[in-house]
């Protein structure tokens, strides 16, 4: 099948590669041009494993192609998808569905007949309608179908999540647009992925309760993390204790520094704010917003008070800033605003993070960067660790405290062991990880 992808970032990039990967034959379309020239000369614009090699083996195999003209990705194409972005709208938190739209405008005018257009961007209830509504102003063919396809792949494990997705939701309104999207995915179907048929509003809308709903779990585990420190018990047994029930399941169960990345925080409030319009309370997903930004802002109170009261010129280091492992992503990061308050609080901090330093040096700018996580060490009163890549797990942790100047170890993701740090000669706090011993009888 001839396939255009209109956005090529994140989603649509490892969307069409894969796509692409399936057999079909697909053009991904960027107003970027530096994005598609990139492309073209086989770099990447995002650091995904894995996804240089698929592309490349790809558009070696004449699958899958770059441009930044949408009337050429158009050429022959059966469908077309939109993976543009659609960022929280400044100032209310609404999605931002211009660059859709935009999109939207500029395709209606390019159609030739009547294919399907799938909405792969998350969009709140309702934009298919105006998707469909907009098409025919501006002149699209008639018999144009509108379709929702939500995409749940996780950055860092992308590929995997795309070509063994645990489903593959579809909403529409026409069999035309179910028989293309069975097609299209008609690969995954045969390796038995379910692929679920629902009304185009009802796909929309799942797509944003499933990610409210892993926010939840989230932020419900990190309130368990605070009570366990109160009370002198431990989140990760606790974790243990009730993921192991199969009604609960142990994923997104992992306290830490509350949840980033550029879906969970703009979902939640888009979700909001849909529900606002519609008259409808959401106490749980309003609570879950709040506790997560109360959240972010305290971790820089973690590490102050494991500084004895303040940060004011301590040297700090910081291991790890994307929002989590095995992606460059900086959106939304709880590390922008631990950094941000420690960095007001007078602390001088080095950092290191082994893909994410471009796009944090964009949003991070006052801070040092380091080498290696060995090389944040030297010098530094406390060591915080934000994210959990694989590679720090293995650190030597004796090394790391003669290195030191003071000996305090905050690790907000729980990648140590309490007894293994202080062994090393660290003084350790992890997140919702009491103490307090039981007398015996
Ligand atoms: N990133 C994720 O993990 C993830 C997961 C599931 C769903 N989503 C959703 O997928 C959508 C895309 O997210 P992303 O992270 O890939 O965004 P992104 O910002 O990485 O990529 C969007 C791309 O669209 C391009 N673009 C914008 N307008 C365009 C136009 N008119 N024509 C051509 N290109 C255009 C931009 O230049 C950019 O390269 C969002 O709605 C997001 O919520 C993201």
Known sequence: ?????????????????????????????????????????????????????????????????????????????????????????????????????????????????????????????????????????????????????????????????????????????DDKARECLAEIYRPLFLNRAPLLFTSRRTAELTKYAANAFLATKISFINEMADLCEAVGADVQDLARGIGLDNRIGPKFLHAGPGYGGSCFPKDTLALLRTAEDAGIEQRIVSTVVGVNDDRKAAMADRVREALGGSVEGKRIGVLGLTFKPNTDDMRDAPSIPLVERLVSGGASVVAFDPVGREQAEKVLPKIDYAASAEAVADGADALVVVTEWDEFRALDLGELAGRMKGKVLIDLRNIYDRAEAETAGLSYRGVGRGSAPSPGV
């Open 1 to 173: 099948m001839r396939i255009a992808m209109i956005g090529t970032g994140y989603v649509g990039l490892v969307s069409g590669t894969c796509l692409a990967d399936f057999g079909h034959h697909v053009t991904c379309v960027d107003k970027d041009q530096g994005k598609i020239e990139g492309l073209l000369a086989g770099r990447m614009p995002i650091w995904e494993p894995g996804l240089d090699s698929l592309v490349k083996s790809n558009v070696e195999r004449g699958r899958l192609a770059f441009t930044t003209s949408l009337a050429e990705a158009l050429k022959d194409a059966e469908a077309v998808f939109i993976a543009v972005g659609t960022p929280s709208r400044r100032g209310d938190g609404h999605a931002d569905l211009s660059y859709v739209f935009a999109a939207v405008e500029e395709l209606a005018g390019l159609l030739k007949g009547p294919i399907v257009i799938v909405t792969k961007s998350t969009v709140p209830v309702g934009t298919g309608d105006k998707i469909a509504a907009l098409l025919k102003e501006n002149g699209a063919p008639e018999g144009t179908s509108v379709a929702s396809n939500p995409e749940f792949l996780r950055e860092g494990a992308a590929i995997a999540d795309f070509k063994h997705p645990d489903r593959i939701l579809v909403g529409a309104e």
